[in-house]
């Protein structure tokens, strides 16, 4: 709780010593990029896709495309390092200009490869379905908006897709419940910050998903920055 505290107050004093010297940018070239990974979570519908319109009938919030699952992903974890660093710039009684360059000189990017789902078994409630194409796979379970498990190459059965049989499933490989990126700055101040401190917003901001639509599934969620 104290290291805490004290990486706020860091945090805070840096945000504050923006406002003296201005919003300040790296040279060219010499921006800083720090490294993170998440893992532990599991996977809500809107980190997979499927290019089965049935599919996404039957699981709204999929994603249609790759890059579209990888996109909404880089838009979440962005969106929420940005929300508590305008925490932090508010506790600092920043303007509101401020926080918004500041914000413009930090950029967010994912390394993920997101799950495809060509056909599904979706359980909402009481009701289960099987739907999308059943002669491919990887065929996804989706229980209560949440890919719990799918159906491997070896067990194409109707048996495989059927919830409640999970001697037939498989595993979510780990490859889809862990995430990499970087977070590259050009402001002169967050350039200088400690790698504690990038791991105290990444932290905050993976906290902070728990506490909204995605709570159970970043739940258990861990972060490690370099």
Same mark, same amino acid.
């Given at each position: 709780?104290?290291?805490?505290?004290?990486?706020?107050?860091?945090?805070?004093?840096?945000?504050?010593?923006?406002?003296?010297?201005?919003?300040?940018?790296?040279?060219?070239?010499?921006?800083?990029?720090?490294?993170?990974?998440?893992?532990?979570?599991?996977?809500?519908?809107?980190?997979?896709?499927?290019?089965?319109?049935?599919?996404?009938?039957?699981?709204?919030?999929?994603?249609?495309?790759?890059?579209?699952?990888?996109?909404?992903?880089?838009? &979440?974890?962005? *969106?929420?390092?940005? !929300?508590? +660093? /305008?925490? @932090? $710039?508010?506790?600092?009684?920043?303007?509101?200009?401020?926080?918004?360059?500041?914000?413009?000189? &930090?950029?967010? *990017?994912?390394?993920? !490869?997101? +799950? /495809?789902? @060509? $056909?599904?078994?979706?359980?909402?409630?009481?009701?289960?379905?099987?739907?999308?194409?059943?002669?491919?796979?990887?065929?996804?379970?989706?229980?209560?908006?949440?890919?719990?498990?799918?159906?491997?190459?070896?067990?194409?059965?109707?048996?495989?897709?059927?919830?409640?049989?999970?001697?037939?499933?498989?595993?979510?490989?780990?490859?889809?419940?862990?995430?990499?990126?970087?977070?590259?700055?050009?402001?002169?101040?967050?350039?200088?910050?400690?790698?504690?401190?990038?791991?105290?917003?990444?932290?905050?901001?993976?906290?902070?998903?728990?506490?909204?639509?995605?709570?159970?599934?970043?739940?258990?969620?861990?972060?490690?920055?370099?």
């Amino acid at each position: 709780m104290e290291t805490l505290l004290t990486t706020s107050l860091l945090i805070i004093t840096v945000l504050i010593m923006t406002t003296v010297w201005g919003c300040g940018v790296m040279p060219p070239g010499q921006e800083r990029t720090r490294n993170f990974t998440v893992s532990g979570f599991s996977l809500p519908v809107s980190m997979v896709y499927s290019g089965e319109t049935t599919v996404r009938i039957e699981a709204p919030g999929i994603a249609p495309t790759k890059e579209a699952a990888k996109g909404s992903i880089e838009r &979440l974890v962005m *969106q929420t390092v940005f !929300d508590v +660093l /305008e925490q @932090q $710039g508010r506790s600092a009684l920043l303007s509101d200009a401020i926080i918004a360059t500041i914000l413009g000189q &930090l950029r967010v *990017q994912i390394n993920y !490869d997101p +799950l /495809e789902c @060509q $056909g599904a078994t979706v359980s909402k409630g009481p009701e289960t379905r099987i739907t999308g194409n059943m002669m491919k796979v990887p065929h996804c379970i989706i229980i209560d908006g949440t890919v719990t498990a799918t159906c491997p190459v070896e067990n194409r059965q109707v048996m495989c897709m059927t919830i409640g049989m999970p001697m037939k499933t498989a595993a979510i490989s780990t490859n889809y419940t862990m995430l990499s990126g970087t977070l590259t700055t050009t402001n002169i101040i967050m350039a200088n910050w400690s790698r504690e401190m990038w791991q105290n917003i990444v932290n905050r901001a993976i906290r902070m998903l728990t506490s909204g639509p995605f709570a159970s599934n970043f739940f258990t969620a861990s972060v490690t920055v370099s």
